[in-house]
């Protein structure tokens, strides 16, 4: 199993920075990916940034320019530094982990998710 424990969070006003962090433990493989999801309310969950363990980015349109993914030299912990916030990207905020496993001899995908963190933006 994977666990995924998150920090960060809070309340900003508009134009604000907020880092999240999030660290990964348990039986996780050397190839994964980990990112950030969220989930404002009435909507469905959306990617926000990914980062690979080979260190490949990617990031979602909305947040180019203003939030920055990164993970540590050990590759368990990945931070999503948030800069230039806006009241929109106001919601509860989920890392991921997803990784290849194999089961009954099986290649199959697995998605760990953390609990969630709120993240609001005052205007």
């Known amino acids: 199993q994977v666990q995924l424990v998150e920090s960060g969070g809070g309340l900003v006003q508009t134009g604000g920075s907020l880092t999240l962090s999030c660290a990964a433990s348990?039986?996780?493989?050397?190839?994964?990916?980990m990112g950030w999801y969220r989930q404002a309310p009435g909507k469905e969950r959306e990617l926000v940034a990914v980062?690979?363990?080979?260190?490949?980015?990617n990031s979602a349109e909305f947040v180019k320019g203003r939030f920055t993914i990164s993970r540590t030299n050990n590759k368990k912990t990945v931070t999503l530094q948030m800069n230039s916030l806006k009241p929109e990207d106001t919601a509860v905020y989920y890392c991921?982990?997803?990784?290849?496993?194999?089961?009954?001899?099986?290649?199959?995908?697995?998605?760990?998710w953390g609990q969630g963190t709120q993240v609001t933006v005052s205007s």
């Open positions: 348990g039986n996780i493989s050397r190839s994964n990916d």
């Open positions: 980062v690979s363990s080979s260190g490949l980015a």
């Open positions: 991921n982990l997803q990784q290849i496993v194999v089961v009954g001899g099986r290649r199959g995908v697995s998605d760990s």
